[in-house]
């Protein structure tokens, strides 16, 4: 039978910590990039200018047709290079931890425009007619009445949203970059001890988790009571 040998974990806690704080790093950044470029896919999606709305329909699909691996290993290969090339940067910069965020952020983009799109949509047609009304022009009535309906109503589907990104940086060990997952592999790999390592970082993911998505179930009784 396996006999569990929790004692590695103690001496790792600051090496996962460093890991940690890449996950949250590349979590926050992608939200952050995702909400603001997803906001102006869906309006662009939502234009009545059919070349604008095609482009955001092609970037949405495209991004959502394709594994997110894939996409960090494309970013993962092209970003270091035309970095060096743009900023005469060294021949060989370790570029992983950015072109991890541009990957993640130019991704989750395209979800939360999905999000967002049917965000605005589910604000009464009426709304934007008062709007007129009242003398605004367009991105006035949005960004003064539609936009702050939209993102009252999107709240909680816009916080799953980031609680699924948390899990997915993980993938970065594509590009060989310690996130917490990532170090907690190794710490494992390197005291032979990688059983207890994994259920430990699990562990971890779940309390974070869990909790981020108790804290979605209050938003949601908050603002859609039964």
Known sequence: MYEFDWS??????????DGMKISLEITALAVVIGIVWGTLLAMMRLS?????SLFAAGYVNLFRAVPLVMVLLWFFLIVPKALEQLFGLPSGTDMRLTSAMIGFALFEAAYYSEIIRAGIQSVPKGQIGASYALGMTYSQAMRLVILPQAFRNMVPLLLTQGIILFQDTSLVYVSALADFFGAAYKVGD?????VEMLLFAGLIYF???????????????KYHPA
């Open 48 to 52: 009545p200018i059919k070349a604008v």
């Open 8 to 17: 590695s974990i103690p001496g790792a806690l600051p090496f996962l910590w």
């Open 190 to 194: 390197r005291d032979g001890r990688l």
């Open 207 to 221: 309390v974070i988790c869990f909790s981020a998505s108790q804290l979605v179930k209050r938003l949601q009784k």
